[in-house]
């Protein structure tokens, strides 16, 4: 068949230098010997690829090369070699993504070869995907009976699909395809109907295949085997030595051998990881449906096939046998009978597919020590079976499961455990099973939990006995634990374990929820009964449930409990933790006192604020003596109103009062509030001047303190006078005659609401010198001499006229101690009291000083 192009062909002669072309520029024609380059930009094009001519060894890389003529009649997408030539020597190598596509009868990849002094090579890194329509093999030959020899694949990831009749690696329609060697690279050939993936298309026979690396996936497609024959054809002269192999047969067709009605002859495998699986009725190696197989030789590698036709040899006329070696994943290795003669290593490239890491081994008819990076075994020969068995393996078990139930699962409580029955079957690392039973459970190291001959609880009914050896578990079906039933006609004791509520306020109804009784009957088994069972269980409750309380019926008195049942005996007691506790109810309409039984949080005060009652507590007892407690927040639901009410803005004239409680007739007191005069937030006049000289004064005041306003100290009343802090402004210098000069600020000039708040002031002092006074006549009854007046500080010097006071801006404290006495108790109390009203009014504190020294020096003398 020719080659029918439209585009113009270059063609090129003998050069030694690389020629470099585009093929998506034009087609390109090679004649002679050199070194070409054809690229392509990865576009599919129409322009070919053509050597013509014979005698010509060439080098061809192909980069980026997409060859798309399968529209096209009869068209070529590279036509390698033709029948017509001979001596031609092609190495194509592969960069980049490449592909070929032929029309009908032209393979992807034409190499019609027939004769042996033609060869063609395939390498590289790239990629190629070959592929026929119709008749044409993906590599190989096309659609004629003489099909195509002399490939090999070295390298590159090479994808070859046969059309229908063709297979994917080797002939056309009809053709066989014979000496074909892969080495390397990754290899994926798919026959098309009838024909191999790897051998001949239809009708013809695949030969002298051999395949000593790289990765090979052949599939046959239906009736083609997957390296071999096309249908009708046979394989013959296979030789794998290494490299990972897939063979799948299409239907009726070998994985490695014949097709449908084709034998497998002559099939050696020395090495590598093959896989090889035939279709329906055929041998994964050896012959198709109804073919034969013949000569087969195991010597090494790892060999899974779905079957043999014959039983394979050793190549010394010495049958071999398959001994599965299981979880053996990153071993390759496998040294047999290592140390003797006969020792031999079966090496291998990887794992099965599938995630099968299983290494077969074919070993002659006699025992095997087995040498592995893992560990050592022992493949022990069967005569009788002839198959291969290990022994099982204690130190390498894999999994535990129970393959037979115990042979009781029902119990009562407190029945003992009973395994017998069980059997636990332990699995080695290569499938070799031992069977256990609990008697030999400690010696294979196994747990049960609960173990064998434990009293059973309620807690184990619904769970399973646990088995455990190492990190490895099993378990049985759940256990059934029944209760043991109580019996409630049998009591033979019962107690209280939890009393209801025993303390109420008459009129309250007998609440006997928390009530719990606990029954044993004559098994000594327990039965709590809440009293929401009572009655199922025949107990009966004296006073009943609901009850209203009375005093007089039930206050010291027990709850009385009661057991019947018809037939039995009564059984009855008391509640032994003791006995109702029944209290009056409190009676608002004849409340008989009224108390101050915690006062207010708060008695101080600064005019303005508002009353807080918060904390104060008032004890109400009625006519029986039973007492409740009401706070400012309940006053009006229970009849007490508070004077001054609470929230109650106070002013000066409340300072000094308690806050009086009333109730009908009844009354009570708080302690007295105390309420400050609001500072004035400015400098006031200056005080008077002091000695010959003037002085500038300064605006202060001063008063007790209203916490703690007198105490007494071995004898001594101490009244604690406070200097408020104020606003500092200096007033005019003093005339030197102790007479003031009014204060140049304009707040000195006094208000007629300034006078009416210094007399508000006056009748507060007043008041508080009648409070001290009383405490000082409660501090004589606990004295019997009075010692001399100490002062505790001097009063300060009077300034030079030069000198003015700093201003104060934290508050001073002076304690005065003064003798019990009764008129020198009374003026000490107005002395601490004028000293505030006279900072109201202006007056120097130096000169309140002064006054008051003398003032007690004249009451001493009297």
Known sequence: ????????????????????????????????????????????????????????????????????????????????????????????????????????????????????????????????????????????????????????????????????????????????????????????????????????????SGENIKISGGTVTATGGTFGAGIGGGEGGSGKNIKITGGTVTATGGALAAGIGGCRWGSGENITITGGTVTATGGGGAAGIGGGDAGSGRNITITGGTVKASSISTTPTDGKGNNVYLFKLKNQDSVNEVTVDSGTKNAKTFTRAGNHPDRDTAFYLYLTGKDHDLDTSKKKYKAEWNNTTNTFTTKFDPNDVKSMTVTTQPSKLSYTEDDQLDLSGLVVTLTDDQGKTKEVKPTDFTANNINADPENGAVLKLGHNEKTVTLKRGNLTATTDALQVKQRVFDPTRVTSRTITHQPKLSYTEGERLDLTGLVVTLTDYQGLRKEVPFAQFERYGINAYPADKTFLKVADHNGKPVKLVIYRPGTMILSWSAPAGVLKVKNKFDPTHVTSMTVKHRPSKLSYTEGENLDLTGLEVTLEDAKGVKKVVTPADFEANGIKATPENGKKLELTDGGKPVKLTRGTLTAETSALQVKQQSSGSGSAGGAGVGAGSSTGHGSSAGMNDDAPATLDNGELNIQIDSAESDYKPGNAGDGSGNANAGSAPEVKRSDAAVKQSADTLALAHAQADSAARKLADARKSQHEAPALKPQTEAPAPKSQHEAPAPKSQSEKRIGMIPKTDKSASFAGLIALYAGLIAVLGFSIVGLAILCKKKMMEENNK
Request: glycine share 16%.
């Open 1 to 204: 068949m020719g080659c029918l192009s439209l585009n113009p062909i270059a063609s090129y002669a003998n050069d030694t230098n690389e020629k470099t072309f585009n093929i998506n520029a034009g087609s390109v024609n090679i004649t002679q010997n050199g070194n070409y380059k054809i690229e392509g930009t990865g576009t599919a094009t129409s322009n070919t690829i053509s050597v013509t001519g014979s005698n010509i060894k060439a080098k061809i890389i192909l980069k980026n090369v997409n060859i798309d003529v399968s529209n096209q009649d009869e068209q070529q997408a590279f036509l390698a070699k033709d029948y017509n030539q001979s001596n031609v020597h092609l190495t194509i190598i592969l960069e980049g993504t490449n592909s070929l596509r032929s029309s009908d009868s032209w393979a992807g990849l034409t190499w019609n070869n027939s004769d042996n002094s033609s060869t063609l090579e395939i390498k590289g890194n790239g990629s190629l995907t070959a592929k026929c329509w119709r008749h044409g093999a993906g590599i190989g030959s096309s659609w004629n009976n003489n099909g195509t020899r002399n490939i090999s694949i070295t390298g590159g990831t090479v994808t070859a699909t046969g059309g229908d009749g063709a297979a994917g690696i080797g002939g056309g329609e009809s053709g066989l395809g014979e000496n074909i060697t892969i080495s390397g690279g990754t290899v994926t050939a798919t026959g098309g109907y009838q024909a191999a993936g790897i051998g001949g298309g239809n009708h013809g």
